[in-house]
């Protein structure tokens, strides 16, 4: 039955009438096109016919002569005259046959097997919902990994971001993550990623058993800006959808850096002027926005825990994509490159990363121990040059003398697999030898 209704909902969305125009002039990569500017709407899909095949693109811009589009892809070969069909604004209808499929921004499969459609279409940038209706933050989450499952909690709902820069080990630590996390469904929006990882991620990392619960939305690094930034709002509908079907869907974004550049080169060839280092500045509420989309869901539906990894060029957190993202969300991770050169994964700086969950996520007997593991990982921090230079004096400070002890058990525990929470807590127990009756 349902796929009965798939095919006519589908034989519904065929239109008896199609509209067209020519393309007017081609300049600095935007096509003006006349004759759809009365019947087209900014971010409406266009397909614009070549020699060789059909060239897909978007509308970024209204003048009364003219539409203006970015094209999806090489120009090569197109000029004046060449007869453009509108498209109208796409839309995306996920369902469960979705799971364990790798799909495009558009909704196409890219597994080379046919991909069934929902029932439901969903906007590719939807409003959140609304903040008075949204439940609270849900119940702690076991990650696998007892530093998110202790010093870094992670709740149902909570939104949370990865900062690390390139080859620090944030790619490698977001695949633990969607194995590990508990979660009904998992949507990863795989971002600018280059191609040659797709197939990698998909069969070793998340391997037969990630994927059976797992929806991949994939954009690699060759693909038009305006399908990379389509490829984030599209992940989210599809984790939207869900949610609003009750699950819990752990939604995970790799990277937010990349869907800001995507967008930055799409606003900069509509004629936005950059303002924030060389960002527009729309690339504020962009972020803000998809953001905002994950959390807790309303009253009788599901929950969107959601991971945004942000690239940072030399660490910077000041830099306009961490700056923007970190005072959105409700917490952050600090992946440092010296800490992974010296061997440790994954180089979580506990010290300078917040999950904002707590104390609540925890009991008080376990934000005792929390405080005082980072209590002690701080004043290691502080010192830490002049500890490893031999300057400093064991009995001059008994705080830090608990943390000159304390360190090499903590940076040990950092690195630990657990298969719970109390798991993890009594592995925390262990490397500040607290009694166990304590906790």
Known sequence: MDKLESIARRLSQLRLAHHYGRVQSIRAGLIAVEGLNGRASVGDRVRIALPQADLGGEVVGLSPRAAQILPEGAIEGLSVGAEVQLAFAPRIAPCDAWIGRIIDPLGQPLDGRPLPQGLVERNFRAEAPPAVTRKRLGARLATGLAVFDTLLPLVAGQRIGLFAGSGVGKSTLLSQMARGVQADVVVIAMIGERGRELREFVEKTMGPEGMARTVIVAATSDRSPLIRRRCAWAAMAVAEHFRDEG?????????ITRFAEAHREIALA?????????FP?????????LAERAGPGPEGTGDITGIFSVLVAGSDMEEPVADILRGTLDGHVVLDRTIAERGRFPAVDVVRS????????????????????????????????????GLYAPGSDPKLDEAVRLFPQLDEFVTRRCPGIPDSFAALEAALRLPRARL
């Open 270 to 278: 509509a004629g936005e002027p950059a303002s924030y280092r060389g």
């Open 354 to 389: 917040v999950s904002r969950s707590l104390p609540d996520a925890a009991s008080a007997v376990e934000n005792v121990a929390i405080a005082r593991a980072r209590a002690a990982l701080g004043a290691y921090a502080e010192s830490e040059l002049m500890i490893r230079a």
């Open 247 to 255: 699950r819990h869907v752990l939604f995970l974004a790799d990277s």
């Open 281 to 289: 500045p729309s690339v504020s509420n962009l972020i803000m926005g």
